[in-house]
């Protein structure tokens, strides 16, 4: 127990609850049974964080969750009980449901295309023996910038609408005119300015994972495949794609959260300042953002916040079945 | 023989088509970066001009000294406030979660299991679907436009929980008995023996939260309505909802907002990606 006295930083806190609560009849001495200064330790090192997540998580999603059986705007007071009409009012606004079914699309675009690049230049950075560290770097650096920092980018200097524009740049070179890549709605160009930047800033977070996947394949595999006569097609599908299922089951799951969940780089490119909800395409998140800050109906807002959940929970649930089952015929 | 030797020259070739790959893609991987410098030292008629430029015809740094003089947007002030939310918000959480994974990994109380799943439960809630509820209980709580506002809700990381909790269950017990033997508390274990030894997993962790708390966008565009409680990615979306742009000073906005961390991965990269492969590999 002296011991402890020489970390005053850990023997204040300690000694302040241990004299509160005051435990039975009044400890002849100061020592605590064992039980008791485990349970206090507990106590001690969990109780911020239990805290924490019972306000901001708990309470919150609770209140959240009355909210949207409530009319509640402009005030975040419950009592005002109106069922699901707000749900009702959300499904039937059209801009909601257009942005449901962008995100769906969004989805469905990007994680396969990111799947497959990460996975590739996992693939290729695994297989060189020098300058892997620099190749790691290269593809790894574009995760420490932001969505909004990116956006920055793409939007003012690769995909500007003015000739100045690199991809108006390189466009010219083969006699193209400029092209307004982010305000053309059809073709919907956009995609493209979309795609690409997420494609940026992820691949590199899922090279990564792939990469701490393919060096738990045990080598002597690749041995024997080898010995075979096995080329590297059939190597990668018969060996290193099977052998990185739960990797891929893990990543996949990860990028599809990431992507239904799609806010920062839609709102700095699309976002024009003026009024929220102008914007040509929106993400239900964006939407959610605009009912809340400016509409201030909090009670809409989180209906919309329990449906995009509901959404989530469904598409991952979807993934889980779809593979589930292949591996069910495997 | 002949058989391996055509192998190995197929491997030859096979490596120089990966190395040319991987050039390839590293370059097109790094022209944002170019676009970006290039830029933020150009001038506006050099920015816009329509024949190209791989350079800027002077090194000038004059769009950096306008970016921190412009009364509208106050840059500086909100650099300021992103590092000390990253600064704050990146230790506390890392400890918080340290804490509660050890208790819960090696301090066997009756009611464990219900801690355990009460922090895991949060984890079934998709992040970006609480925002509203989050802004609910700050803004009843008179958050908004705070810093407390801005930091509270991002210090209770559930899943760094869990990532510390399956760190501490296969740390040696032996090194605890012996601190318990020569007569630490619990707590004194955790303080002297513990948290020294989980540097390496807090440096990848808290490298983790610090990128998540700099870059994070749609919780202080929230709760950071005035300009003195903007964080460096609203001030950098406040160009693109100006009536005017300067383009030049909007490029070297957006090279110093990412500088901090472009230089944290290329010198702590160890760490970010064993934090990386750990959190993504988890879950």
């Known amino acids: 127990m002296t011991a402890t006295g020489t970390t005053p930083a850990r023997k204040s806190p300690l000694h302040h609850d241990a004299a509160r609560p005051a435990p039975a009849p009044a400890p002849r001495r100061r020592r605590l049974t064992e039980r008791q200064s485990k349970a206090l330790a507990f106590a001690v090192l969990t109780a911020p964080i239990l805290l924490g997540l019972g306000l901001f998580r708990y309470v919150a999603i609770g209140w959240s969750f009355l909210l949207s059986f409530s009319e509640a705007r402009r005030t975040i007071s419950l009592g005002n009980w109106v069922g699901l009409d707000n749900y009702r009012e959300l499904l039937s606004d059209e801009r909601f449901r257009d942005s449901l079914t962008m995100i769906v699309l969004f989805t469905a675009l990007i994680v396969p295309l990111t799947f497959a690049a990460s996975l590739g230049l996992a693939v290729l950075v695994n297989r060189i023996r020098r300058g892997r560290a620099f190749f790691r770097t290269a593809f790894l650096l574009p995760a420490a910038v932001s969505y909004v920092a990116a956006a920055m980018i793409w939007k003012m200097a690769l995909f500007s609408g003015v000739p100045s524009g690199l991809a108006n740049t390189l466009g010219a070179l083969f006699g193209a005119d400029p092209t307004p890549w982010i305000q053309t709605q059809s073709p919907p160009l956009y995609w493209i300015v979309l795609v690409t930047l997420r494609l940026w800033l992820q691949v590199g977070l899922y090279m990564i994972l792939f990469i701490a996947g393919l060096q738990s394949i045990p080598p002597h595999l690749y041995e024997a495949a080898a010995l075979d006569g096995a080329g590297p097609w059939r190597t990668f599908r018969s060996i290193t794609f099977p052998m990185l299922r739960n990797t891929s089951v893990a990543i996949l799951l990860l990028m599809l959260i990431a992507a239904l969940q799609a806010f920062d780089e839609f709102y700095a490119i699309f976002s024009t300042g003026a009024s929220l909800g102008s914007e040509p395409v929106r993400t239900p998140l964006m939407h959610l953002y605009g009912v809340a800050l400016q509409d201030q109906d909090y009670g809409v807002g989180s209906a919309g916040a329990f449906l995009l959940t509901l959404l989530i929970v469904l598409v991952t649930l979807l993934q889980g079945r779809i593979l589930g089952f292949s591996r069910d015929k495997d | ?283």
């Open chain 2, 1 to 283: 023989m002949n058989n391996a030797v055509n192998r190995h020259r197929g491997s030859v070739l096979g490596s120089a088509a990966t190395y040319l790959a991987l050039c390839l893609m590293s370059v097109v991987f790094l022209i944002p970066f170019y676009m970006l410098l290039r830029n933020a030292f150009m001038t506006t008629p050099e920015v816009t001009a329509t024949d190209w430029h791989w350079l800027p015809s002077s090194l000038s740094w004059s769009n950096f000294t306008s970016l921190f003089d412009n009364p509208e947007r106050p840059f500086g002030r909100s650099i300021l406030n992103s590092l000390l939310i990253a600064v704050i918000s990146a230790p506390v959480s890392t400890l918080l979660a340290s804490m509660a994974g050890y208790a819960l990994a090696r301090i066997a109380v009756p009611g464990r299991a219900v801690v355990l799943s009460l922090i895991v439960g949060t984890l079934m809630i998709p992040q970006a679907v609480t925002f509203l509820p989050t802004f609910v209980v700050v803004g009843s709580m008179g958050g908004v436009n705070t810093m407390w506002g801005l930091i509270a809700p991002g210090l209770f990381n559930a899943f760094a929980v869990v990532l510390f909790r399956s760190f501490y269950l296969s740390f040696p017990a032996e090194i605890e008995e012996a601190g318990r033997i020569d007569g630490l508390s619990y707590l004194g274990v955790y303080g002297r023996i513990i948290l020294p030894n989980s540097v390496t997993m807090i440096a990848s962790l808290g490298a983790l939260s610090f990128i998540e708390a700099w870059n994070s966008f749609l919780w202080p565009l929230m709760i950071g309505q005035d300009p003195s409680s903007w964080t460096v990615q609203i001030a950098l979306s406040s160009f693109l909802t100006s009536q005017t742009v300067n383009l030049p000073e909007l490029f070297a906005g957006t090279a110093v907002a990412i500088l901090p961390l472009v230089v944290m991965f290329l010198v702590a990269q160890r760490h970010i990606v064993q934090g990386i492969a750990m959190s993504g590999l988890k879950s």
